[in-house]
């Protein structure tokens, strides 16, 4: 029996990948059991005593605490357990994490005697926090950055999130105490009622408000005004969970425009500057959601036709487009755009941010908003691409972060028969030569990437359109898939790939390189975000 039950116990701590020790109090000899010394690479021999001589093994930052532990579970009779959490040297000085708990036996004085105890590996989950905490710190740090209000509030208008800015200008001092609160809290009735009505109004009909004008009233300071964008807050289910505002004070605007009709145009021009700050921080809570790239240049395409309605858009006789856009998580970085410039000359953009999640999405919001300001440059693609460059460096020196994205943009002009390309740090289009060659793209033709240097000059290739028959617009997702050996598909595959798949219509061919990219990875998952511009030039 008392064998049956130690061989349960050995299959109990196998399966919890936990390692035991028994020390007796006061003992320079210690227990290990083999599954322990296998976390700290060392063998019965050369194994310190961790009880005794933590700083033999224990981080020199965590021996501090650990001692301290130690001596309180030995001292406190009524206390019972032993438990903390610390970093162990292993025997090649690397460390790791060590999730350490142990039953205290004492006498019938109460003196501690014995401590037996077990330990698990927690590095992976101890890194996953840190990497956590670090991308939230990055979060807050870019919020609290825009000079805007902004929040997250619940289907009963509890605020969930709040930026620096906003708890400030209500009076609740810091974000952590207006957490839980509502509008009641801080404005007076019927300033909240009506935020309140709103915010129900936008849950139940999934319609945003944007760009209206709000009074705030107060119960003891003088009233004032918001221009507010509120959109509903919705989860990666369809679930709606509550409301995400922004607001820009306006209060002196209004004062202004009620004193002075005169100012009326004046009054305009700044809503239209405010507009886009706005802008700004409304992409960047729909960059927090699922699909919210997609999403984002789906508007975009539409503001832009719309923009171009008056114009005979003769290039689209002339070019057959498709694109394929495949996020890796619901927060993505990767990010197109197709700008009509005029009826015989069109740009297509793609860019790729560094990294993944909360970082990237942001950054891919700062582009948008860059862009927005540099629409009148789009015909000259290194204007264009230094414009991009100089606002994100702006935005990113000021944050005090260390971002980039890699991007591409070519025009094409069909009335001087040319396609202009330049690279901020991206990799050149795939480009379709009638001849069947592969064209060769100069290596100082690719310029530094976006975000990094306030000074960077960017370089335009030019190829002329007699030439080719179209060409390629890729992100390093694609080529990137690893098979299940860990092999990546590589730039040579995936040039065969679209060589293979010429002869077909340009929409057929990109939805054939995604399936032989799809077909290499066995899985058909991307582990990074995938985006595909492709361009056929028709009659060609």
Same mark, same amino acid.
């Given at each position: ?7 349960? #116990?050995? #299959?109990?701590?196998?399966? *919890? ?98 401590? @037996? ?37 619940? +289907? ?36 909240? %009622? ?32 918001? %221009?507010? !964008? ?62 919210? *790239? ?14 171009? +309605?008056?114009? +005979? ?44 999640? !909360? ?14 300001? @540099? ?23 000021? @944050? ?41 793209? =100069? ?8 975000? #990094?240097?306030?000074? @960077? ?17 890729? +992100? ?24 293979? =798949?010429? =002869? ?7 939805? =054939? ?16 975000? !995938? ?10």
């Amino acid at each position: 029996m008392e064998q049956s039950a130690k061989e349960t #116990l050995e #299959l109990v701590l196998k399966a *919890s990948n936990e390692g035991v020790w028994d020390w007796q109090v006061g003992s320079e000899e210690i227990y290990y059991s083999p599954r322990f010394l296998s976390f700290i690479q060392c063998d019965e021999i050369t194994a310190p005593n961790f009880m005794s001589q933590p700083q033999r093994l224990i981080h020199a930052e965590d021996v501090g605490d650990f001692r301290k532990e130690l001596e309180l579970a030995l001292m406190d009779t009524e206390e019972r357990l032993f438990a903390i959490d610390c970093r162990f040297l292993k025997s090649d000085r690397t460390t790791c994490w060590l999730r350490i708990r142990a039953i205290v036996v004492r006498d019938s004085q109460g003196q501690a005697i014995r401590l @037996a105890g077990s330990a698990i590996d927690i590095s992976q989950r101890k890194e996953a926090e840190i990497a956590l905490n670090e991308e939230r710190s990055m979060l807050k740090t870019v919020l609290d950055s825009v000079p805007l209000h902004i929040y997250y509030k619940d +289907t009963e208008s509890r605020f969930v999130l709040i930026n620096k800015q906003l708890a400030e200008w209500i009076g609740a001092g810091t974000p952590e105490n207006a957490l839980g609160k509502t509008d009641k809290d801080f404005y007076a009735e019927e300033g909240w %009622q009506k935020f309140r009505e709103d915010e129900l109004r936008i849950m139940q009909t999934r319609q945003s408000m944007v760009g209206e004008i709000e009074r705030e009233i107060w119960n003891n300071r003088e009233d004032s005004w918001v %221009q507010t !964008v509120k959109v509903p807050w919705i989860d990666s289910h369809g679930q709606v969970l509550g409301v995400f505002g922004v607001g820009n004070r306006v209060t002196e605007l209004v004062k202004a425009q009620k004193q002075l009709e005169s100012l009326a145009l004046d009054l305009h021009t700044k809503n239209k500057e405010f507009e886009e700050e706005l802008h700004l921080a409304k992409e960047i809570q729909q960059a927090l959601l699922p699909d919210a *790239s997609s999403r984002s240049h789906s508007s975009s395409s539409q503001r832009q036709n719309n923009n171009n +309605t008056s114009q +005979t858009t003769s290039w689209r006789n002339h070019l057959e487009l498709a694109e394929t856009y495949l996020p890796a998580a619901d927060l993505a970085g990767d990010y197109y755009e197709v700008f009509s410039i005029s009826p015989d000359k069109v740009g297509l953009f793609i860019c790729d941010v560094m990294g993944h999640g !909360v970082r990237s999405a942001l950054v891919v919001s700062m582009i948008r908003g860059v862009i927005e300001k @540099a629409r009148s440059s789009q015909g000259d693609a290194e204007r264009f691409i230094t414009t991009i460059n100089d606002g994100l460096s702006g935005i990113l020196g000021r @944050a005090g972060l260390t971002l980039f994205a890699t991007a591409c943009y070519t025009v094409i002009d069909f009335r001087a028969g040319q396609l202009e390309i330049v690279s901020a740090g991206h990799n050149f289009p795939y480009v379709l030569r009638k001849d069947g060659t592969q064209h060769r793209f =100069h290596r100082r033709a690719r310029g530094r990437a976006l975000g #990094l240097f306030s000074t @960077a000059q960017y370089r335009a290739t030019q190829i002329a359109l007699a030439d080719i028959s179209g060409f390629v617009l890729y +992100t390093d997702g694609l080529f990137e898939a690893n098979s299940p050996e860990g092999e990546e598909w590589g730039c040579k595959r995936m040039f065969a790939a679209i060589e293979r =798949h010429r =002869h077909r219509d340009i929409h057929s061919m990109i939805k =054939h390189l995604i399936l032989d990219a799809q077909q290499w990875s066995a899985d058909q998952a991307f582990e990074d975000d !995938v985006c595909v511009l492709g361009a056929f030039l028709k009659n060609s």
